[in-house]
C-alpha cells in the first residue's frame, strides 16, 4: 500500500517537474549559446529613436554599457551621461568599438524622440532605448538594476528612484563592471580600457 | 617721503581695482543677504536638449538665532520650484519633495548642491546655457522673498564656478 502510495506520488511528481520544464523551455526566452556561463544581462528586446530594435542577443561581439535612467531625472542621469562621455573621450579611438544605451525607466514621458535630442548633447553616438514597462523591467532585473515610480507633487506627478551605476557587459554579454554613481571620469576610462583590449 | 607715498598708494588702489576686474569678473562669488540668513553662490547646469527639469544648488547660512526655513522659490525659466531631497541608497537614487521645506538652523550653513538637497526647477520653459544668468527667488519662512540671480555652468559641474581643464564641454 505504502510502495503504491510512493510509486504514485513519485509519477505525478515527475509528470510536475517535467510539464514545469517543458513549459519553461516553451515559454522562458533563450538562454545564450550555451557558453557554461550565466548569462546576466538581459536578455532584452528595447526600441530605439531610429525605429530600430535593440535586443541583447545582437549585441554580442561588441562590449556595451548600459544606464537605466529618465529625461526628468534632474542631476544623477545627466551627470552620470557627462561622465560616460567625458570617459569615452579619454578612451580614444577603442571607445567607438563600445556601445553606449541609455535605457529609460519613465517610458510614458520618455519617447524615443525625446531621448535622442536628450542623448545628443552629451555624446552623439549615445542611444536611448524604451519600451514597455515589462520590456524594461526584463532588462534592468537581468542586470540587477531597481527601479520604481512613485508619486511626487502635483507638480512633478512622479519621479522614479533608480540604479544609478552605469552596467558594462563585454563581448560574450556577461556583466563585467558595475560603475557606481560618482566614479571619476578617469577610472570608467581606465576600466573601459582595460575591457576593450 | 609724502609726495612718494601718495602716488604709491593710488597706483597700488589702482591695480587693485584692475585686479578685481580681471579675478573677479570670471570667477564673480556673488552672495545675498537677507535678515540673518546668507546666501552664497546660487548656481545650476546647462541643460541637455529636451530636459524638463534642472537642479538649483548654492549654500545657505544662518547667523541668526532663530531657525529659519526655505519653502519654495521662483525661477524665471521653469513654471514651477519645488524644494527636493536626494540621496543614494545602495547604489539606488532617490528622490523626494521636502513638503516642509529646508530647515536651517542658527549657526549652520546647509549646502544644497548635487547628490543632495537641491531647488528642483520643473517644467523648463526653455534650455540653460553656460554662462547666463536666470533670475528667481527664494521664499523663507521668516526671511521672506529674496531675489537671487542663478549663475548657470557647465553640464557637468560638480559645484558652482568649477573649471574642467582638460575636458571640453559638450555642446549643447
Not at chain 1, 515527475?14 to 538562454?31: G, H, Q
Not at chain 2, 543677504?33 to 545657505?60: C, E, N, Q, Y
Not at chain 2, 521664499?139 to 581643464?165: D, M, Q, T
Request: glycine letters at 10%; proline letters at 6%; hydrophobic letters at 45%.
Amino acid at each position: 500500500m505504502n510502495t503504491l502510495k510512493l510509486v504514485r506520488l513519485v509519477a505525478w511528481g515527475s509528470i510536475a517537474v517535467l510539464t514545469a520544464a517543458m513549459l519553461y523551455l516553451l515559454l522562458a526566452p533563450k538562454p545564450d549559446g550555451g557558453s557554461g556561463v550565466a548569462s546576466i544581462g538581459g536578455p532584452f528586446r528595447l526600441a530605439a529613436a531610429d525605429g530600430s530594435i535593440v535586443e541583447s542577443e545582437r549585441l554580442k561581439g561588441r562590449p556595451f554599457a548600459l544606464f537605466f535612467g529618465f529625461t526628468h531625472c534632474p542631476e544623477v542621469c545627466p551627470t552620470a551621461m557627462f561622465e560616460l562621455s567625458e570617459a569615452l573621450k579619454d578612451v580614444g579611438p577603442a571607445a567607438a568599438d563600445l556601445k553606449a544605451y541609455f535605457v529609460s525607466v519613465d517610458p510614458e514621458r520618455d519617447t524615443p524622440e525625446v531621448l535622442a535630442t536628450y542623448l545628443s548633447n552629451f555624446n552623439p553616438s549615445f542611444i536611448g532605448l524604451t519600451g514597455t514597462h515589462d520590456q524594461i523591467a526584463s532588462a534592468a532585473t537581468g542586470l540587477g538594476v531597481f527601479f520604481e515610480k512613485h508619486e511626487g507633487s502635483a507638480a512633478t506627478g512622479y519621479l522614479v528612484d533608480h540604479t544609478a551605476s552605469v552596467m558594462v557587459l563585454d563581448r560574450e554579454g556577461r556583466l563585467r563592471l558595475v560603475l557606481p554613481f560618482e566614479t571619476p571620469a578617469e577610472d570608467i576610462a581606465s576600466d573601459l580600457t582595460q575591457l576593450l583590449k | 617721503m609724502t609726495r612718494i607715498r601718495i602716488p604709491v598708494r593710488a597706483e597700488l588702489r589702482a591695480s587693485a581695482v584692475a585686479l578685481l576686474a580681471v579675478f573677479a569678473v570670471p570667477s564673480f562669488a556673488h552672495d545675498y543677504r537677507a535678515g540673518d540668513l546668507l546666501i552664497d553662490h546660487p548656481w545650476s547646469r546647462a541643460t541637455p536638449g529636451g530636459a524638463k527639469v534642472a537642479g538649483g544648488f548654492m549654500t545657505i547660512r544662518n547667523n541668526g538665532k532663530d531657525v529659519d526655513r526655505l519653502v519654495g522659490g521662483t525661477f524665471d525659466a521653469s513654471g514651477i520650484v519645488e524644494i527636493h531631497e536626494m540621496k543614494m541608497d545602495g547604489g539606488v537614487m532617490k528622490m523626494r519633495a521636502l513638503e516642509k521645506g529646508l530647515e536651517i538652523k542658527p549657526g549652520q550653513a546647509v549646502e544644497l548642491k548635487p547628490g543632495s538637497y537641491h531647488i528642483m526647477f520643473i517644467e523648463l520653459k526653455r534650455p540653460l546655457k553656460e554662462g547666463e544668468s536666470v533670475k528667481g527667488e527664494l521664499v523663507f519662512e521668516k526671511a521672506g522673498r529674496v531675489p537671487v540671480e542663478y549663475k548657470i555652468e557647465n553640464l557637468g559641474a560638480k559645484s558652482g564656478s568649477e573649471h574642467h581643464g582638460g575636458h571640453g564641454a559638450p555642446k549643447s
